[in-house]
Every structure is written in C-alpha cells, then in structure tokens.
C-alpha cells in the first residue's frame, strides 16, 4: 500500500509514456463506444428509423465518456490504460480525486477539442481529415502541452491537469494494485 504523501513524490509520465497511454486508451474507448453508443443507436436505426441530430450525438458521447473517466478517477486513480501503463492521476497533496476534481479534469482534458473544431472550420475538413486531425491532436499535440509548465526536473504538468489542480504520477514496478 502506497500513502499519499509517497504518491506525491513520484515522478511524472515521460511523454512516451502518455502517448502510449493515449493510444491504448483510445482501443479501450472504442469498446466503450460500441457498447454505450453504437448498439442503442443501431437499434433506434433499425427498429424505429430515428437518427440522433449531430449535437445530440456529440453530447451523448461526451456525457459517457465523462462517466467513464470520472469513475475510474474517483474509484482508483486509474483507468484501465492507465493501470496497463502504471500511471495514476492524483490530486492535491497525493489523495485520490473527488468526484468534482475528476469533472472538472475530463471538461479541462477535453479543450483539446477547441482547435480541433476551429481548425475544422478555418480548413474546411471533411469526413476522414477530421478523424486524422483529432487523432493527431490528441495523440500527439495535447501531451505536448508538458513542455510549457515544469514545477522541478521530475514534475510536468499539462495543461488539464495544472488548471485541475491534478497530477499524473508514474507508479513504480514493484507496485502490483492500490486501493
């Protein structure tokens, strides 16, 4: 069993190790998605012929994925990814997040979407360049955001977790589970 205070004094995912985590993540989430969203709607399709609007559909799957990072935050600091890459987000002096920290960390960890969508706009993309656009994004460009903030030589934060007031921490290899 690991304290807070210990949690504390981890060191931060090397960017690597987030890109890795990402990637991984969005396999996991693609099963999320085809359970919570694809089968209810393919039902709705089929049996009644009725077609969520587009904003109706973002907001559906916003408000799931929300669910599902926030009880994995608040239950263990980890999402499943996370677990597999033995990174944790932990908040303030160590402690495991409340249910209001992990809200406001998936809205922050969510601006990534703001470029995205001007980006959209400003280009005028279409279909599979929005897809590579958002992949690129946030893969790629949103861990990047590590490098604009250093608290000491083993502490970055990105941009979610600084205005979260959260932190991701790399757990060592000997630790097997945490409550």
């Known amino acids: 069993m690991i304290t807070p ?56 799957l916003y408000l799931v994925l929300g669910l599902y990072f926030v009880w994995y935050w608040t239950k263990s600091g980890q999402t499943l990814a996370m677990q597999t890459w033995r990174i944790r987000m932990i908040g303030p002096g160590g402690f495991n997040l409340t249910r209001r920290q992990a809200m406001r960390r998936y809205v922050f960890g969510s601006l990534w979407l703001v470029p995205c969508v001007l980006l959209q706009w400003y280009f005028g993309l279409q279909k599979w360049q929005i897809i590579e656009m958002l992949f690129a994004v946030a893969l790629f460009l949103w861990p990047l955001s590590i490098y604009l903030h250093r608290v000491s030589a083993s502490v970055r934060q990105g941009i979610p977790d600084r205005l979260a007031k959260t932190r991701l921490v790399e757990l060592p290899k000997n630790l097997v589970t945490l409550s």
């Open 5 to 60: 205070a210990e949690l504390n004094l981890l060191p931060s995912p090397s960017f690597w190790r987030r890109v890795s985590c990402t990637l991984y993540e969005q396999l996991v989430l693609l099963g999320v998605i085809a359970f919570t969203f694809l089968l209810p709607n393919l039902g709705l399709g089929i049996l009644f012929g009725i077609a969520l609007p587009s904003w109706l559909t973002f907001l559906y």
